[in-house]
Each structure stands twice: as C-alpha cells, then as structure tokens.
C-alpha cells in the first residue's frame, strides 16, 4: 500500500520556468510533509517542510503548497535552474508505535531534469 | 557539529555471502537511527528503525537484521545474500525540524 505518491517518474522543464513537482498521500494522520532532493549515488537533502496547520510554505526559490482536503502537496521551483537536475522525493511523517519513534514515508520519487 | 558516516560506498557481493554495512553518527546522543533502502526505479523503503541501544523495529519482512550495539552505530547485516538484496542502502537519524539527514549510501550489487 502506497501511502505517499509521486505519479510523474520524470519532468523536463526550460531553464528559467517554473518546475511544479506532485504529490498525493492518503493516510489522513500524516501532519508533517518534507522534501528531499537526490542527486546520483548521495544520500537524499533536506530541501523544505511543511506542518499540517500551514498551506504554504516559502525558502527562496521553492515553495511547498499544501492541500489537505485534496490530500496533495507540490513543489515549486522558480525560475529552475541546471543545477535543479536531480531527483525530488516527498515524505510524510507518521508516528511509530515504539517510544514515539518518528518515520518518514517516502514517494517514489519524480526525476526532474532542467533543460538550458 | 552533527555529522553521519557510512561505509563503505559500494561493494558487489556474490549471492549467499554475508553483509555488513555500518553507519556511525556524532556530534549527538541517543538519536533514532533508520536504514532505507532505494531498489531500482523505486522509492526510499524504510527497512530497519532504532530508539536506543539494543532496539530494533523491523518494517518488513526480508532477507536483513539490524543491530544497535552502540548509541551512535547502527548495523544492517545479513546472513545470505540474494540478488533481490541489491540496492542503495541509506542510513539516517531524525533532526526534529528536517526530517532525516542521510548519509552517502551504499550501492550494493549482488551477483
């Protein structure tokens, strides 16, 4: 059961334009939304969060907008740029059953490429 | 500072051979351990979590185990390989406000 979704495998966007990554979730206790950036054979980084009581949140040229009813969130990335290439994952965060033990639950990913 | 190491970064194992896969933190006491693991045009799957010293969580069933002999080191072994075992191992502890910091991953290869 796939509780978080990123439907894209890949997006091609213009150097300069605006990059618009999807993702859907479906377990409705998730509170916390972060998102990762992959570049090949490293460990995934930190890009930016979101807590359920917000529906935006804004770090330079990325902005996480969040949509609880719809149970969607999105990344934006303005104007992209070459060094954007990589790959973009979302989490959601749930909660384990041992001392509070916080878990993510990871997308499978969206492959964003930056064309020049 | 906070720093997370793992080792080694790659490594090709043949099927039914042993693993293991070490992952040390420092600049921080007690944290919550987690090994994932990327398969081929997959998401991070979580595998393995750790509270504390000697506390393993199991996500799924499969072919590993972990252990937790240390505060700051965190172990993914396995007794006998399978060509389904290969991947990008990564190993993370919890930052309240970011989530997980990773380290680099090891891309294991079973032949």
């Known amino acids: 059961d796939q509780q978080v979704k990123q439907n894209s495998p890949s997006l091609s966007v213009q150097e300069g334009r605006i990059s618009i990554l999807n993702c859907d979730y479906t377990n409705s206790m998730f509170d916390y939304f972060l998102w990762y950036k992959k570049y090949p054979a490293e460990g995934p980084t930190f890009l930016i969060s979101?807590?359920?009581?917000?529906d935006k949140n804004e770090d330079g040229r990325f902005t996480v907008f969040l949509n609880k009813s719809a149970k969607h969130l999105s990344l934006h990335i303005v104007p992209s740029q070459p060094g954007d290439s990589a790959v973009y994952f979302c989490?959601?965060?749930?909660?384990?059953?041992?001392?509070?033990?916080?878990?993510?639950?990871f997308g499978q990913g969206t492959r964003l490429t930056i064309n020049p | 500072s906070q720093t997370i190491h793992q080792w080694p970064a790659t490594l090709v194992q043949p099927v039914g051979s042993p693993l293991s896969l070490e992952c040390t933190v420092e600049?921080?006491?007690?944290?919550?351990l987690y090994w994932y693991r990327q398969a081929a045009g997959r998401g991070l799957q979580l595998l393995f979590y750790s509270v504390g010293i000697g506390q393993i969580s199991s996500e799924v069933p499969q072919n590993l185990s972990a252990s937790r002999p240390q505060d700051r080191q965190f172990i993914l072994s396995s007794k006998k390989l399978l060509l389904s075992d290969s991947g990008f191992y990564l190993c993370?502890?919890?930052?309240?406000?970011?989530?997980?910091?990773f380290g680099s991953g090891t891309r294991l290869t079973v032949v």
């Open positions: 979101i807590s359920s009581i917000k």
């Open positions: 600049g921080t006491s007690n944290p919550n």
């Open positions: 989490a959601a965060s749930g909660r384990g059953t041992i001392q509070g033990a916080q878990k993510l639950v």
């Open positions: 993370a502890w919890m930052l309240a406000s970011e989530g997980y910091t």
